[in-house]
């Protein structure tokens, strides 16, 4: 009888790793099944181009504007774009009795960041290049993000088929709620890094660096030396001696204020004279 009985039991064991190890074929074979069926578009080419140039211009101001221009005939989109002058040297010089002519000399110089489509970049570098009088430095960018796209993909497949295992085994005792809410959070950032990646594969990013030469401006300023606007010699000689006379009667006139003050010390000068007078005829 226990013979039977560990030939049943030997017998049943077989049976469940035959079933175990079916289902984990089966698992295998859903997963490598799920990989099968993406698309071949997913592995098309993810090629993300940049540009930059440098050159030099007749006028920065004009060549702003007609880049603008080409850019939105390209189908193109202005990012940002800045102008600057740098002054190298100012003096002013005498121009006339109230004014300067004050010289500058300075460098004015462009930025531009634009997005242009990728099919239309080399034709738009060229168009650019036509603009320039000389230019200093040109270059282009590939970088494939083609493996960074597919995984992207197929992460989120799992995440898709990892929140939908969570849900059919859902219960209130368990942290499936975040742990799911976790998977989802994973598949935005990484649906979002791929929607980044078509767009910078659609529009290529190109950074235009443009100056003009040594540029000096003339302009007449009014005159800021004080010194030169005072009259001339003969006049400022009159207005002194007429300055002159006005103090001398001022001076008359504070006499005339203290003329009881000069009458004392006139006659305490003449009680003094004639004391002394007097003491030298009694020595």
């Known amino acids: 009888m226990k013979k039977y009985l560990v030939y049943c039991s030997v017998a049943l064991l077989f049976v469940a790793c035959n079933q175990g190890n079916k289902a984990h074929r089966e698992d295998t074979s859903d997963a490598v099944s799920s990989l099968a069926v993406i698309p071949d578009s997913t592995m098309a080419d993810k090629i993300i181009k940049t540009a930059d140039m440098r050159f030099r211009v007749k006028n920065v101001q004009q060549t702003k504007v007609k880049l603008g221009e080409l ?5 193109g989109t ?3 774009f800045s102008i600057h002058s740098d002054v190298y040297q100012s003096e002013k010089v005498r121009y006339s009795t109230d004014s300067l002519l004050e010289l ?9 960041v634009a997005k242009v489509p990728a099919d239309k970049l080399d034709d738009f570098t060229n168009k650019v290049a036509g603009m320039a009088v000389f230019v200093d430095q040109q270059s282009m960018k590939f970088d494939d993000q083609s493996i960074a796209y597919l995984s992207n993909q197929l992460k ?5 088929e990892a929140v939908n295992q969570l849900n059919k085994h859902a219960n209130k005792k368990s942290n499936n709620v975040e742990t799911a809410l976790e998977l989802k959070d994973g598949y935005v950032d990484q649906k979002i890094e791929n929607m980044r990646i078509n767009e910078r594969v659609k529009y290529s990013d190109i950074t235009l660096s443009f ?10 300023v009014g005159n800021d030396n004080l010194s030169d606007y005072r009259p001339s010699f003969f006049r400022r000689l009159g207005l002194n001696i007429q300055n002159g006379w006005v103090i001398f009667m001022e001076f008359l006139l504070i006499l005339a ?6 009458l004392i010390a006139v ?5 003094f004279k004639a004391y002394r007078k007097s003491k030298k005829r009694v020595i």
């Open 267 to 271: 006659a305490g000068f003449l009680a």
């Open 104 to 112: 500058t000399s300075y460098r004015t110089e462009g930025s531009i």
């Open 211 to 220: 100056y003009q030469d040594n540029t000096v401006k003339k302009l007449v």
């Open 156 to 160: 989120n497949q799992n995440r898709v």
């Open 71 to 75: 850019i939105k005939a390209e189908g």
């Open 257 to 262: 204020n203290l003329w009881m003050l000069i």
């Open 78 to 80: 202005l990012a940002e």
